[in-house]
């Protein structure tokens, strides 16, 4: 059995994150995917807000995988009004981006082992046995284990963390042509229940997708297409399953730490989840390399440390899954009446002497002021959305 200091599960980006930090740190991870080529095949709308890109000091190498800018999101609650998002995002191509996390790993000393999936995970004494399968099917012995391996969890829930339910499921075309000039959401309690359907304009192509709890998805898909009047050919279909109700409860314990999807760090609104993926991931490696210290010296330097400081970031607060219980329980003509309320405003810029006549307006309007904390948390989720939302 080959003995290893510390093993990631996942090479997404919270298990690149986490690799590429404690790399900065002088630790060299092993990180093990189950596919043979990184970032594919994709599973997301390609969205990501500029935020992720200061996080991480990405701005530099930006031309190798963002695609088009955008400074505003057009958000639509009912036919026919407008409110919109002050979002500074990018759509990028997300292979490219998850290749470019992977390259900064190995450029720092990380070993990637593709086509490697760990089929099994048993708890030793004194740390973890690594069973995994495909080409390099082997035996490891590791120390410590980061577990990045995506919503599915399986590892996590094999070493008795929850999975991050429940799932939302996710389906998305690339059509051919640039439909829109703004990312646009779509909400509708009827038609997309507990969620929504996008349309995220590319270079000469756009994602257009939808999540929703509703199981006829490709038909609600294919009718949102005609109904957007967007009648491009299909270039390719893609889905995937999302953590709906964000950070699951545990996300430690003994020698192990669970990450990005597996620890269920995904806006519960927008349900984005690349840039809490790799903030999860950078706090973990962090977390992992004192803790690996810890070990030599006999400080004795505790794992409850990355719930704590996790808990200091905005997207772990209760007010965000508060939101998103509320807001998606609403019915349509209570989405009406919000839109006419904000109609050309930002949701998530609402200030001042604008939020004074936008609360006059609410006064004046029984469905909205029947649940005014609801009022609040939406607020609140889509202020905190704009950052952590995708
Ligand atoms: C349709 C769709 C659209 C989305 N759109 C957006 C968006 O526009 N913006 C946004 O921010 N988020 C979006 N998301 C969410 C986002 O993709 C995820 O939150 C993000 O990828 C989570 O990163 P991760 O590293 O935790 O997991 P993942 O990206 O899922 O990475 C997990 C990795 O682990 C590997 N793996 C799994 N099991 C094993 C195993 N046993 N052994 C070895 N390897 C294993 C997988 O192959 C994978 O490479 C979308 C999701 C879906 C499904």
Not at 231 to 238: D, H, P, V
Request: charged share 25%; aromatic share 12%.
């Amino acid at each position: 059995m080959e003995r290893i200091g510390i093993a990631i599960v996942g090479a997404g980006p919270a298990g690149l994150q986490a690799a590429i930090t404690l790399s900065q740190l002088n630790y060299q991870p092993i990180v093990f995917e189950e596919h043979s080529v990184i970032g594919q095949p994709i599973q997301c709308g390609e969205g990501l807000s500029i935020q992720a890109f200061h996080d991480f000091s990405l701005e530099e190498d930006m031309d190798a995988f963002c695609v088009r800018e955008f400074k505003k999101c057009k958000i639509m609650m009912s036919e026919n009004k407008a409110v919109y998002g002050d979002v500074h995002a990018f759509s990028i191509r997300r292979d490219a981006f998850d290749q470019y996390l992977a390259k900064r790993a190995t450029d720092m000393g990380v070993e990637i082992l593709l086509s490697t999936k760990v089929t099994k995970v048993v708890r030793l004494s004194d740390g973890f046995q690594i069973i995994t399968s495909g080409e390099k099917k082997k035996e490891y012995r590791c120390d410590m284990l980061i577990i990045a391996e995506g919503y599915k969890a399986k590892i996590a829930r094999d070493l008795n963390f929850p999975q991050p339910t429940p799932l939302i499921k996710a389906l998305e075309y690339k059509v051919e042509g640039e439909w829109r000039d703004d990312l646009e959401f779509y909400f509708d309690a009827k038609k997309y229940p507990s969620g929504y359907c996008w349309i995220f304009p590319r270079k000469g192509e756009t994602n257009v997708g939808i999540a929703t709890t509703a199981k006829d998805r490709k038909k609600r898909l294919d009718d949102f297409l005609k109904e957007k009047e967007i009648t491009g050919s299909i270039m390719n279909k893609i889905g995937g399953q999302i953590p709906m109700n964000g950070p699951i409860n545990k996300l430690y314990d003994t020698g192990v730490i669970v990450v990005g999807d597996t620890a269920g760090m995904v806006n519960p609104i927008f349900y984005g989840g690349i840039r809490l993926a790799m903030t999860s991931g950078e706090i973990a490696g962090k977390i992992v390399a004192h803790y690996m210290n810890s070990l030599n010296d006999n400080s004795r330097y505790n794992l409850s440390n990355y719930h704590k400081t996790l808990k200091k970031y905005q997207f772990m607060k209760k007010v965000n899954l508060k939101c998103h219980l509320f807001f998606y329980s609403r019915s349509n003509e209570y989405l009406e009446k919000l839109s006419m309320i904000l109609e050309g405003k930002y949701i998530n810029r609402i200030e001042k002497w604008e939020k004074i006549k936008v609360i006059g307006k609410i006064l004046k309007c029984p469905i909205l002021l029947r649940h005014p904390l609801g009022l609040y948390w939406i607020y609140r989720g889509f202020k905190i959305a704009r950052d952590w939302g995708f």
